[in-house]
């Protein structure tokens, strides 16, 4: 019974980029570096979107929520992370872990629903643009929001009341840079076989249904931009939807291949670079694709920087 309370009185030790001390400087400058030009990025746009009323339309109200929790993921993990980097025990407690557990996982789960939410809506406003008012409504577009938020608190909530139901014992050596959830799966003495198959069965769930949603809406978007007559037009939106679809297809492609993959094929190395992508990579590239591309938004931001020259 010591033994396997030990983890619970003690914590994990997080190992993930520990392997090579060399480089510890080198990775804490640019991991800090993407941090806080991520945060100030998404923090910074979702202030832009709160304060210009032009902006409170359903396009800038998704791509703000989505900030938002881009900022929320990327602060889950990468402050203890950066901690770790220079840390002598690199401990994290049992509910620190589950803490962090949880918001990532919410704010992940969020995204997939919010980018989904934000592929239907250019699907309505490029396919039929004559009825996008009355089918994407503010009305629609808070529900939408409201429901993403609901799922990622029940996704989290079910996965965290499942590890607490594990036991721990053994090594309590994590092999990551942040409590994920399938490397405590291999710190478990009982068998984790349920929680396994709750990740297939919710998470699954979760990324089938976005995915559809996300490759229907910009299936039908490519057939419309392809039958337009004005080349400048369909070039404009082809360039749009490319990066849009881009910064998609990595969220996305890294998470099915950490969560929806065979156990036999896992590495904890791998994992640690997939990770870093969508809980760095992506919080970081999102505001660039989807605002620094946008006129309206630069439009906002030099009107607020050199008020006397865009009024």
Do not use: W
């Amino acid at each position: 019974m010591i033994t396997k309370n030990h983890s619970f009185a003690n914590g994990f030790i997080l190992i993930g980029l520990a392997y090579r001390p060399d480089l510890k400087p080198l990775l804490f400058f640019t991991f800090f570096t993407v941090y806080v030009i991520t945060m100030v990025g998404n923090l910074g746009l979702v202030i832009l979107i709160v304060m210009e009323h032009r902006l409170h339309t359903p396009m800038y109200i998704f791509l703000g929520n989505l900030a938002l929790m881009d900022s929320c993921c990327s602060s889950a993990t990468t402050p203890k992370m950066l901690e770790n980097l220079f840390s002598e025990d690199r401990v994290i407690s049992l509910y620190e872990c589950m803490a962090q557990f949880y918001f990532f996982c919410f704010a992940e789960t969020a995204d997939c629903f919010l980018l989904a939410a934000m592929a239907y809506d250019r699907y309505v406003a490029i396919c039929s643009p004559l009825q996008y008012h009355s089918r994407m409504s503010k009305k629609l577009c808070v529900q939408m929001i409201i429901g993403g938020y609901i799922a990622g608190n029940l996704h989290s909530m079910i996965h965290v009341g499942l590890l607490l139901r594990l036991t721990f014992c053994g090594s309590h050596q994590i092999n990551h840079f942040f409590c994920d959830i399938l490397p405590l799966f291999r710190l478990s003495c009982v068998d984790p076989f349920i929680n396994v198959l709750m990740v297939f069965v919710f998470s699954g769930s979760v990324q089938i249904f976005t995915v559809t949603v996300v490759l229907i809406s910009y299936l039908c978007i490519l057939v419309t931009i392809f039958r337009m007559k004005s080349k400048e037009g369909r070039g404009k939106a082809l360039s749009t939807c490319a990066s849009h679809f881009l910064s998609v297809s990595i969220f996305y492609g890294s998470n099915l291949f950490m969560y929806i993959r065979p156990s036999s094929d896992r590495d904890g190395d791998k994992d640690i670079i997939v990770a870093i992508f969508y809980t760095l990579v992506i919080p970081f590239l999102n505001p660039f694709i989807y605002s620094l591309r946008n006129k309206e938004v630069i439009h906002v931001m030099k009107k607020i920087i050199h008020p006397k020259k865009t009024s």
